[in-house]
């Protein structure tokens, strides 16, 4: 069965330092994974993707994230965080296999970057 | 170019109500998927419509009934209220076509609250 797991609920940082929120999947085929951003009361706003290809993707705002296949993760990283990072974030993965392609989400991380 | 629009932005109803929400997808998506999100959770898949017919289905009750239109607009309908059904409804565009890796956007979402 297809899963995503976001291990923290909560990460805070200094801003100006490196961020990390962490992701795991599981699928039967080949995913394809997303992060998504969330400001309160708000909709989802795409960040970045994986597909295929190099195993870091860049997005918006400055993030990143590493495709690390063996370790089934894909971390988003941003060398520097900024007060305006604070949000939930959302990974979400999608087994590409046939027409499937509903999203599986994980439980979203809260992001609190400090002045 | 207009994103994912959704009305109305909030609703407040009775339980044992009726409720219909509405969205309309970014110009070019031809799918739609709708998404409830309770609060301090992940978004949960509700169903995906693609060419007017409902393509796949989470883990809802009949009570959950949608529809797409040919201009690839959506209805999403909610029967017999429950306090349970208070959340965020988000709605999430895509196109299926020739290209599946397409990530979706969303919608700012349906404030529902049932009381």
């Known amino acids: 069965a297809q899963s995503v797991a976001q291990p923290e609920d909560q990460v805070n940082v200094a801003e100006g330092n490196p961020l990390t929120v962490k992701c795991t999947y599981s699928?039967?085929?080949?995913?394809?994974l997303f992060w998504y951003v969330q400001y309160p009361n708000r909709g989802l706003q795409f960040l970045l993707k994986?597909?295929?290809?190099d195993n870091l993707v860049k997005g918006s705002y400055g993030f990143e994230a590493e495709f690390n296949k063996s370790q089934t993760s894909f971390h988003l990283k941003k060398p520097s965080a900024l007060v305006s990072d604070s949000a939930l974030y959302f990974c979400?993965?999608?087994?590409?296999?046939?027409?499937?392609?509903?999203?599986?989400w994980g439980l979203g991380t809260s992001l609190g970057v400090n002045p | 170019d207009a994103g994912v629009t959704q009305s109305p932005t909030h609703l407040i109803k009775t339980r044992g109500q009726q409720v219909t929400l509405r969205c309309s997808p970014k110009?070019?998506?031809?799918?739609v998927s709708w998404y409830q999100q309770a609060l301090g959770q992940g978004p949960q898949f509700i169903f995906q419509y693609y060419e007017e017919e409902e393509r796949q289905r989470g883990n809802f009750p009949d009570r959950f009934s949608g529809h797409q239109f040919p201009n690839y607009s959506s209805e999403l309908n909610v029967n017999a209220l429950l306090l349970g059904d208070s959340a965020l409804y988000l709605c999430?565009?895509?196109?299926?076509?020739?290209?599946?890796?397409?990530?979706?956007?969303f919608g700012q979402g349906t404030r529902l609250t049932v009381v």
């Open positions: 994986y597909i295929t290809g």
């Open positions: 110009s070019g998506h031809d799918t």
């Open positions: 699928v039967s085929g080949n995913p394809y």
């Open positions: 999430a565009s895509s196109y299926l076509g020739t290209d599946r890796n397409t990530e979706a956007f």
């Open positions: 979400a993965v999608r087994d590409n296999a046939g027409n499937n392609r509903k999203l599986i």
